[in-house]
């Protein structure tokens, strides 16, 4: 996952523009947190409340995500802010992620990640067809909207590069 914030920190030449990517980051991780707490609390209210769908364990799981979402995005604000406070561990944290190496190992995981996913998705959309069209569907626009914006970032980033 350290594909998804490290191109912010590609061309970071002091470690004064790395700690304004780091409080990005950590403002990032506030949303997340929001969005854990909404999630919970959808889930709860469903529960106590509403009793939409009558799926006690449905709730279980999105409660467990939304929770999951605010302990680790308050785990990555506090490593965060201490990595800011201290000039040794800033300036290692901004070697780590411009180590060419640590880049092309997230490279390459993310593409074996988005294949391992198209192709699941593919077969979930083949078996989902015999069973339920809303599956189907969901699966189709998934497999849609991953090859759409596979052709729009590489003509985006082929004229960028």
Same mark, same amino acid.
């Given at each position: 996952m350290i594909c998804l914030f490290s191109t912010f920190e590609r !061309? /970071? &030449?002091? !470690? *004064? *523009? #790395?700690? &304004?990517i780091v409080q990005k980051k950590i403002r990032i991780f506030y949303g997340v947190i929001a969005v854990g707490v909404i999630t919970? +609390?959808? +889930? $709860? %209210? !469903? *529960? $106590?409340f509403w009793y939409i769908g009558g799926n006690s364990w449905l709730d279980g799981v999105y409660t467990g995500v939304g929770f999951g979402l605010i302990c680790v995005s308050i785990m990555k604000i506090i490593k965060f802010k201490r990595v800011l406070k201290s000039d040794t561990l800033l300036k290692g944290e901004r070697l780590k992620v411009q180590d060419e190496r640590n880049q092309i190992i997230a490279a390459r995981a993310m593409q074996s990640a988005s294949i391992v996913l198209f192709i699941l998705s593919y077969a979930a959309l083949l078996i989902a067809g015999f069973f339920s069209r809303?599956?189907? #569907? %969901?699966?189709?626009? /998934? /497999?849609i909207v991953y090859c759409f914006s596979y052709i729009i970032f590489r003509k985006y980033y082929s004229n960028k590069i």
């Open positions: !061309n /970071v &030449k002091t !470690n *004064e *523009e #790395y700690a &304004k919970a +609390a959808i +889930a $709860l %209210c !469903n *529960e $106590l809303t599956i189907f #569907y %969901c699966f189709w626009w /998934v /497999v």
